[in-house]
Each structure stands twice: as C-alpha cells, then as structure tokens.
C-alpha cells in the first residue's frame, strides 16, 4: 500500500525558517516524480513544488526563492524547506506523488505549519 | 501561468441528481488534466485524470470529459458521501495550477 508521511510542522516564527519531511513507503520513490501541495485554513489547494525523479525541481512563482524541494531516495524521503516565513505560510502542507502520466495519485495526510508574528 | 477558472463555486442537490462541474483553461493543456475530490477534515483524492480516466477504485458514477480549455467532472446518481469539495488541475505545463473549488452539498 503506498503512503505518504509528513512530519516537521507546527509552530514557527515568521522570518523563521522549517523543514517539512515525507516518509514514502508501499512504492519505489525513485522512479517517481514528487511534491508538496499546500492549504491555508478554509481556503483552496496550492501547488507549490514538484521533483522529478532525476532532481529536476520546479516552483510556484509565489514561493520561488523561499521554499526549496530535495529527495533523497535511499531514505524514502522527500523534503520542503521554507524559509522566510511569512504569515500567509500558514496551512496544512500536503505530499504527493506524481507519475507522469496520470494526476496527483497520492497525498500524505498533511502537516500543519502555523506562522505567527 | 495558466488560470483554472473552475464553476460554478458552490451547488446544492439531491441524493439521486446528476450534477456537473466545469472547469476552463486559459490556454489549450491538451488533456493533461486532473479532478480531485476533497472530504471535509480529510487530504483530497485523485478521481480522474488524463481528462478522462477513472483513478483505480473510483466509483463509476464519476466521469470527466474534456479536451483543451474544457473540462467537466459529472457524478450521476449521487450518493451522501459525494458531499465534499471538488477541485481541478492542469499538469500541462509548470506552475501546476488548481481551480478554486467546487463545494457540493446533498
């Protein structure tokens, strides 16, 4: 069975920095392109990172700069730093697979990261 | 980066009814294209893809059809679970961008 584990949120300062984690697990993470997904409390979903399986790295124009994807594939894991923290940081950050030819096939049950000033 | 203009934002219907979900691109993305169901309290999941395929284990009372700029989910014959948030999505091209929501309530 594939799952998703994240891990690494909670509360943080802004200005601050963080680094979420997720536990891959049921599936070989190298063969796979990853990312994270992010929702603000009662809002809608924001894509916010993807990684291919060879390290390529893509961002979302509103956190290109601040927020950084890595693998590593031998641990099972992928990661999420944010730094910069800013209010609007906070939300429920989502990981999730992503084969080639299909959607977002799997997500992690979340992690919340809450940003106060 | 492409705009995901999703519709209508909220609907109302009946267990039973046939509703539809629209979603519109602001540029042509083949049919690189997904919808989501989301529960409340709960992470969202994948019900369609490439426009049109079934995710494995969706119920077939779900459909997408779709090519290009637009798209529509359809659930015929709606159950209570069907309660939630619907969302769409392109994979055609980076920044991979959601529409808004479609919050359905039975």
């Known amino acids: 069975e594939v799952q998703l584990m994240e891990s690494g949120g909670g509360s943080a300062q802004a200005g601050g920095s963080l680094t979420l984690s997720c536990l891959a697990s049921?599936?070989?993470?190298?063969?796979?392109?990853m990312g994270w997904v992010r929702q603000a409390p009662g809002k809608g979903l924001e894509w916010l990172a993807y990684?291919?399986?060879?390290?390529?790295?893509y961002y979302a124009d509103s956190v290109k700069g601040r927020f950084s994807v890595s693998r590593n594939d031998p641990q099972n894991s992928i990661y999420l730093q944010i730094s910069g923290l800013r209010d609007e940081d906070t939300a429920v950050y989502y990981c999730?697979?992503?084969?080639?030819?299909?959607?977002?096939?799997?997500w992690g049950q979340g992690t919340l990261v809450t940003v106060s000033s | 980066a492409i705009q995901m203009t999703q519709s209508p934002s909220s609907l109302s219907a009946d267990v039973g009814d046939r509703v539809t979900i629209t979603c519109r691109a602001s540029?042509?993305?083949?049919?690189?294209f997904a919808w989501f169901q989301q529960q409340p309290g709960k992470a969202p999941k994948l019900l369609i893809h490439?426009?049109?395929t079934l995710q494995s284990g969706v119920p077939p009372r779900f459909s997408g059809s779709g090519f290009g700029t637009d798209f529509a989910l359809t659930i015929t014959g709606l159950h209570p679970e069907d309660s939630a948030t619907y969302y769409c999505?392109?994979?055609?091209?980076?920044?991979?961008?959601f529409g808004q929501g479609t919050r359905l309530e039975i």
């Open positions: 999730v697979r992503d084969p080639v030819l299909s959607g977002l096939d799997s």
């Open positions: 049921g599936f070989t993470l190298s063969i796979y392109s």
């Open positions: 990684i291919g399986s060879g390290g390529i790295r």
């Open positions: 540029q042509a993305i083949s049919n690189n």
């Open positions: 490439s426009g049109s």
């Open positions: 999505l392109q994979k055609f091209s980076f920044p991979y961008t």
